[in-house]
């Protein structure tokens, strides 16, 4: 167990929809990023923040969002579902401070199929 | 630009070395690092390794670093059916920037 909770499991949902998948990090992390995995595409870093600021973007669809909360958690917000983003959507934590040995923990993933 | 490679599969036998190679862009990367997805799971770390460092073991794991040509490598001694698994090579290129390989599916055959 790596600390990083991720929720729903598994979701499954229609185009054209919206839905939210939420991650609580590690307790005393600081950072936490979205990554989506499909088989075509392996694994692409999607957004990142720090404490509540986004620090850094990747390959993140405009009809995607995310934040982060006071209290850490983030959630990450995908609408105007396409078949497309039918993929596995982990969430991970790290300290965050840039310390040495820093380290980026997962969470289980969240299924995501769009019909 | 900063990329970080790995060759899609290895097939092994149970009982043989298995070796996942990995080449990163970066050269100002300060953690390497190797992770491990079972079907239907999360990344979980394996080991990492600061870039100072040729090789670090661990039980069955051995890293080597080559970093003149930025050429990372896992070995796995007496492979077992359980590590059958997809491995993942990853670099922290910057303070919050870590980057991923594409992932190599590894497949121990009894």
């Known amino acids: 167990d790596s600390g990083v909770t991720q929720t729903p499991k598994h979701l499954i949902t229609a185009t054209g929809q919206r839905v939210t998948l939420r991650c609580s990090p590690r307790?005393?992390?600081?950072?936490v990023y979205w990554y989506q995995q499909s088989l075509d595409q392996g694994l692409q870093f999607l957004i990142q923040?720090?404490?509540?600021?986004?620090?850094a973007k990747g390959n993140i669809l405009e009809r995607f969002s995310a934040q982060q909360f006071p209290d850490l958690h983030s959630e990450l917000n995908l609408s105007s579902l396409e078949l497309g983003d039918s993929a596995l959507y982990f969430c991970?934590?790290?300290?965050?401070?840039?310390?040495?040995?820093?380290?980026?923990?997962f969470g289980e993933g969240s299924w995501l199929t769009v019909v | 630009g900063e990329d970080v490679e790995q060759s899609l599969f290895l097939s092994v036998r149970e009982g043989d070395s298995s070796v996942i190679n990995c080449t990163y862009t970066?050269?100002?990367?300060?953690?390497l690092y190797w992770y491990k997805q079972e079907p239907g799971a999360g990344l979980q770390l394996l080991t990492y390794?600061?870039?100072?460092?040729d090789m670090k073991q661990d039980q069955r794991l051995t890293v080597l670093l080559n970093k003149k040509d930025k050429h990372l490598s896992l070995r796995i001694a007496d492979t077992q059916t359980g590590d059958s698994a997809i491995y993942f090579c990853?670099?922290?290129?910057?303070?919050?920037?870590?980057?991923f390989g594409t992932g190599t599916r590894l497949k121990v055959l009894a």
């Open positions: 923040y720090y404490n509540g600021e986004e620090r």
């Open positions: 307790s005393g992390d600081l950072s």
């Open positions: 390794i600061f870039s100072n460092m």
């Open positions: 970066d050269s100002s990367s300060t953690y």
């Open positions: 991970a934590s790290s300290e965050g401070r840039g310390y040495s040995g820093n380290t980026i923990y």
């Open positions: 990853a670099e922290r290129a910057g303070t919050y920037k870590y980057i």
